[in-house]
């Protein structure tokens, strides 16, 4: 796949801004936030991430679709929250993609599971990384393969996803 950088330029042509709304968030291809604010902050752009040297982006590589940044109303700005699917098209970003391979070739690497159990953990974490019904039995799955396979590979799971899991998830697998 060959990645296109993006200028950081925005379009817009109006002078005036609506009372509320989303800005442009930057995020290098790793997933480290580069700037929530772009359109408001220009002047933070970067091309290239300062902590890993990967190319930015501002939009979805699949759709196209602008990274929604920070929202803003007349008096504030809300918190925010990094995306890990793109609202255009559903798909994965990214950041979100290089985690769940990095999982899932984690999951290839763990001995203490049969070659079933390795299958049906990579295949939980497909359903832990999206907010569906099937969520919960994949959540529960995942906590008995990860608990059979110990200690040092739930650390490295949860080191991988914790960013890219939804707050309830986390909760569930890493209560504390």
């Given at each position: 796949m060959t990645l296109k950088l993006d200028s950081g330029k925005t379009s817009g042509g109006s002078k005036s801004k609506p009372e509320n709304w989303y800005d442009t968030a930057q995020i290098c291809t790793n997933g480290h936030v580069i700037n929530e604010q772009l359109i408001s902050s220009p002047h933070i752009k970067k091309k290239f991430c300062d902590r890993c040297g990967a190319p930015t982006i501002t939009k979805c590589q699949h759709c196209r679709v602008t990274i929604k940044g920070a929202y803003h109303t007349r008096?504030?700005?809300?918190?925010?929250?990094r995306p890990s699917f793109c609202p255009g098209c559903g798909k994965p970003y990214l950041w979100t993609e290089a985690k769940l391979k990095a999982a899932q070739e984690l999951s290839d690497e763990l001995d203490n599971l049969s070659p079933d159990e390795r299958s049906l953990l990579k295949?939980?974490?497909?359903?832990?990384?999206?907010?569906?019904?099937?969520?919960?039995?994949?959540?529960?799955?995942?906590?008995?393969?990860?608990?059979?396979?110990?200690?040092?590979a739930a650390d490295a799971f949860r080191d991988i996803l914790v960013d890219v899991l939804s707050e309830a998830v986390k909760k569930s697998i890493w209560p504390s």
């Open positions: 008096t504030t700005t809300s918190s925010w929250t295949k939980s974490l497909d359903d832990i990384v999206r907010d569906t019904p099937q969520t919960a039995v994949a959540v529960n799955r995942f906590k008995k393969l990860v608990a059979k396979a110990g200690k040092p």
